[in-house]
Every structure is written in C-alpha cells, then in structure tokens.
C-alpha cells in the first residue's frame, strides 16, 4: 500500500539544537514532496515542497529538506531550532495520477525547551 | 475571504443523525479538498474536487459519506447515519490549481470542524 512513514512520534530539543525529521514514502515514479507544520492553535501551513529540480530545498523559517530519490527519503532539517519552533510536522506525498490524493505521515510531534 | 473558513468549528451529534460540514476555499481557487484527522495521526484523503466535479473520491471510506460543490466554490461533505468513530477533525484546504508541476499548488488548510458523535 502506498505510505509515508515519520520514523519519530516525539522529539524533544533544547534551543539551538540541530533537528532531523525522517520522512520515507513508499511510492514509485514521480512524486511531489511536503512538510506541513501546525502550530499549537493554528492551522496546517506549508512548510516547504519539491516538486522537480535541486533536490535541497528550502522553506520558511530556515528550514530545509533533502530529497533523495534512490532512498524515497525526504527529510526535514533545521541547524539551530527555537522555542517557536514547537509544533506538529507532517510530511506529505502526491502524485499526479488525474487525481490529487495528497497522503500524510502521522506526524512527528517537536518540544523545544527554552 | 482571506483564508479558507469552515463552519461549524465544532458539531456534537448522537449516533445515527445526519451532519453537514461546509468550507469555503479561497476566493478563485478551483481545486478543493477533504481530509479527515484522528487523533494522533495525519490527515487522511477523502476527496478532491476540480471546480464543481469530483475528480478523486476514492478517500470515502463508504457510501456514508458525500460531498458537492455545486458552483465550484463552497462545499458541503455529508455523513449520513453517523457512527461514533467518524468522530474526527475534518479539514477543508484549497489550492489554486491542481497543476503536477505548478508552484502554485500549495494547499491552504482550514481550521477545521471536529465533530463528536456520541
């Protein structure tokens, strides 16, 4: 079945900490990639997407992620994170198949501790 | 409106009533969708509509669940007979275009209607 796997539930950072998300999808061919971010009492927003091109991309907040294609990974990083920081990050996966079924992890739940 | 609203943010039911839960996307965007989130995971795919038509419905966990967007813009998901485990926060994003390969296909997420069946 096609997935998309967050190896960590929980992750629990003091500030400056670097971070690492793990995010692995279980499609074939061409994909696109997200990561979505939900902050305590707000609404999903997009973080960052790869679509096609440099496979390092970057999004808000100094955020970045790397796709690499031969390990269907797409992980989320970030080399100093701050109290904002905290949130709920979801990676996400699509492909235009006449359809658009965008499929999300479960989600990785970050604390940073001021 | 600036961004894309759902009513009612919260609905209460008891098991076995009939709900409605509406989005309104962005103004102009033509590509809507319909997820479902239960607690401690990521949002689930129900549907997508381009304009006024269900492109991809194959979300829909069963012939419970509905929805339209008759004039391409708002849209209304149905659930008929509600059993206590449709309980969930379902989440209404919009983008504006359904494009593979077009930067503009961000989805812009509502806050979302949690519904309670009781």
């Known amino acids: 079945a096609q997935s998309v796997s967050q190896h960590n539930h929980h992750v629990i950072l003091s500030e400056a900490a670097s971070l690492e998300l793990g995010c692995n999808y279980s499609y074939g061919g061409t994909v696109n990639l997200f990561w979505y971010v939900q902050y305590p009492g707000q609404h999903l927003q997009l973080l960052l997407k790869?679509?096609?091109?440099?496979?390092l991309v970057k999004g808000i907040k100094g955020f970045e992620a790397e796709f690499i294609k031969s390990k269907f990974s797409f992980n989320l990083r970030k080399p100093s994170v701050q109290w904002s920081d905290t949130a709920e990050y979801f990676c996400a996966v699509n492909r235009y198949t006449g359809g658009f079924k965008t499929i999300f992890g479960a989600g990785t739940r970050l604390f940073v501790k001021a | 409106g600036a961004g894309v609203s759902q009513t009612p943010s919260n609905k209460v039911t008891e098991k076995g009533k009939y709900v409605e839960l509406r989005c309104d996307p962005i103004s102009g965007h033509t590509a809507l969708y319909w997820y479902r989130q239960s607690l401690g995971q990521g949002p689930e795919f129900l549907i997508y509509f381009q304009g006024t038509g269900a492109a991809d419905d194959s979300g829909l966990p069963n012939d419970r669940f509905f929805a339209v967007r008759p004039e391409g813009s708002v849209s209304t998901l149905k659930i008929q007979r509600t059993e206590r485990g449709d309980s969930a926060v379902y989440l209404c994003a919009s983008s504006s275009s359904a494009g593979a390969t077009s930067s503009t296909d961000t989805q812009y997420f509502g806050p979302g209607t949690r519904l309670t069946v009781l």
């Open positions: 790869y679509f096609s091109g440099d496979p």
